[in-house]
């Protein structure tokens, strides 16, 4: 029941050696850890490249193309182990951790899931995290981030690992494409783990309008993921057992279109405080992808659209409304 840690970085030469000490000083340390450097410029490279030295049980390599998801598939080609996990190059790993996960009992599990704290502003929270397996409930509360997945390393590579087209979302969208394959999950619920820290200096630290690219290419990986991809590739167990694919993705569009509303919302919000960056692109951007993908009924529409203006208004909890409406639309049917 060997595990790999894998962390891709680029430009934390600050961060970096926290991060790995924390790793490797815990309690119990993984199998192997693997860095992969995304084409630093600050000396990150050969800082790893002296840290590493000594230190048998880690792998410094490169990846070229641009992204986290890129480095991280990287990664995961030269993972021996049974598992694998990915984790940040600017966050703290939990003492504890490696030893929850030995002393659990994975026989028949794909992926496990745990929860995890944020730190922001030097404020520890516990990240929104909701045992579920409903495909709307990851749309639209990101149960599945990054460090709150460890994967059995097959199950990932037959699911076709890490998207990279995505840039930022890549988790979020890798999560979802996770549940549409039903997996058997086993959920951690008896405490939280890891300080996620949130760092002005992150892509997410720019403005969204900024980056609504970026956000615009998750949710088409997302579409495609709902309308054909998650057939492709296909695992020889999935090729034999096409039962385990999500049945019901008429239910799910709706749910991204809200998650896209709420994403308009902070993108208004923005031009109101002044951060406006690059608003109107962005803005009718994201219209013109709602209005190409989905065509809401009136009632969701206002719907739709009263999500919009509680986030334009500042609310942070547009998406706890969005889920229980999707939810409870979906109980109301049966």
């Known amino acids: 029941m060997d595990i790999t840690v894998i962390i891709p970085v680029k430009d934390r030469r600050d961060y970096i050696g926290k991060t790995l000490d924390s790793i490797l000083k815990s309690g119990i340390a993984p199998k192997e850890v693997i860095i992969v450097d995304n084409e630093s410029t600050d000396g990150t490279y050969q800082f790893c ?7 048998p049980n880690t792998t410094l390599l490169r990846e070229t193309f641009p992204g986290a998801a890129a480095a991280r598939n990287k990664g995961l080609k030269s993972c021996k182990t049974e598992w694998v996990y990915f984790f940040d190059s600017d966050d703290i790993f939990d003492y504890n951790f490696m030893s929850t996960f030995y002393n659990a009992n994975v026989e028949g599990y794909d992926v496990i899931a745990v929860p995890t704290k944020r730190v922001v502003n030097g404020k520890t929270f516990i990240r929104p995290y909701i045992p579920s397996e409903d495909p709307r409930v990851q749309i639209n509360a990101d149960v599945l981030g990054t460090q709150n997945m460890i994967f059995r390393t097959e199950f990932l590579k037959s699911i076709g690992a890490w998207n990279t087209a995505c840039r930022t979302w890549e988790d979020w969208e890798l999560g979802l494409r996770v549940m549409l394959h039903q997996p058997k999950i086993l959920w951690f619920r008896e405490k939280a783990f890891h300080e996620i820290i949130a760092r002005t200096d992150s892509v997410m630290g ?3 309008s900024q980056n609504y690219k970026e956000f615009i290419r998750a949710l088409t990986a997302a579409i ?3 309308q054909s991809s998650i057939l492709q590739p296909l695992s020889h167990y999935h090729a034999q057992h096409l039962a385990c694919l999500y049945p019901h993705l008429d239910l799910l569009m709706y749910p991204l279109y809200l998650r896209t509303c709420i994403l308009l919302g902070h993108l208004q919000r923005e031009k109101m405080t002044g951060k406006c960056g690059k608003f109107k692109m962005a803005s009718k951007a994201l219209t013109i992808f709602m209005k190409d993908n989905f065509a809401p009924t009136f009632g969701q529409k206002m719907v739709g659209n009263c999500l919009r203006l509680y986030t334009l208004m ?8 969005a889920l229980r409406i999707v939810l409870d639309k979906s109980s109301r049917k049966k």
């Open 314 to 321: 500042g609310s942070k909890n547009a998406w706890k409304i």
């Open 224 to 226: 495609n993921d709902l």
């Open 49 to 55: 490249e002296q840290y590493i030295k000594n230190r």
């Open 206 to 208: 720019d403005t969204l």
